[in-house]
């Protein structure tokens, strides 16, 4: 099983600072099918990225996604006040796909 | 739009049986591959099981091996998820979901007694 890894736990920022957020898998990740998560409360999950660096249709383009392997990361560039959620990350490519705990970003 | 939306949800006592149901629309059902995710109140989230387009190839989490079954009707753009041999740690919120990508609502299941 691939476990992910996130960090920090908790991110405490204010609107308009960059966030980076570390998503490590204990195997690599086939083909980086690796995708980001935001959730708020009471809500679904909404997918930001997939294949690790692909935007999801209609996300802002200060969403971004690196990362290959095993080492993943989301950058949101400057935050708006309502990216403050909790993150997810998740692999899947190989069974069973499995998520990270989510870094929850909160204002600081 | 892409929508997701699932039902079947609700009480049941422990050792009982659920059927959820995910009925699609806004996508060609049939080219996605598709997912049951899990969220237990205050917790965060956990896949279930995946399914191919075909239905041909499926995966379940350890946790509901053998008591839990994924299926999908493309002719109806349904997705389902029978739960059996239902326990107290089953209680959470099920997200139907697409691989990656667009998850429905979600609808709780709760098992107490």
């Known amino acids: 099983e691939t476990v992910l890894t996130q960090s920090p736990g908790t991110l405490s920022l204010s609107p308009g600072e960059r966030a980076t957020l570390s998503c490590r898998a204990s195997?690599?990740?086939?083909?980086?099918?690796l995708a980001w998560y935001q959730q708020k409360p009471g809500q679904a999950p909404r997918l930001l990225i997939y294949?690790?660096?692909s935007r999801a249709t209609g996300i802002p383009d200060r969403f971004s996604g690196s990362g290959s392997g095993t080492d993943f990361t989301l950058t949101i560039s400057r935050l708006e006040p309502e990216d403050f959620a909790v993150y997810y990350c998740?692999?899947?490519?190989?069974?069973?796909?499995?998520f990270g705990p989510g870094t929850k970003v909160d204002i600081k | 739009q892409v929508q997701l939306v699932e039902s079947g949800g609700g009480l049941v006592k422990p050792g009982g049986s659920l059927r959820l149901s995910c009925a699609a629309s806004?996508?060609?059902?049939?080219?996605?591959?598709m997912s049951w995710i899990r969220q237990a109140p205050g917790k965060g989230l956990e896949w279930v099981s995946y399914?191919?387009?075909?239905?041909?190839?499926?995966y379940n989490a350890d946790s509901v091996k053998g008591r839990f079954t994924i299926s999908r009707d493309n002719a109806k753009n349904s997705l389902y998820l029978q739960m059996n041999s239902l326990r107290v740690e089953d209680t959470a919120v099920y997200y139907c979901?697409?691989?990656?990508?667009?998850w429905g609502q979600g609808t709780l299941v709760t098992v107490s007694s």
């Open positions: 806004g996508f060609t059902f049939s080219d996605y591959y």
């Open positions: 998740q692999q899947y490519g190989n069974s069973p796909f499995t």
């Open positions: 399914i191919n387009s075909n239905g041909r190839i499926i």
């Open positions: 294949g690790a660096s």
């Open positions: 979901a697409r691989v990656p990508g667009h």
């Open positions: 195997q690599s990740v086939s083909s980086s099918y």
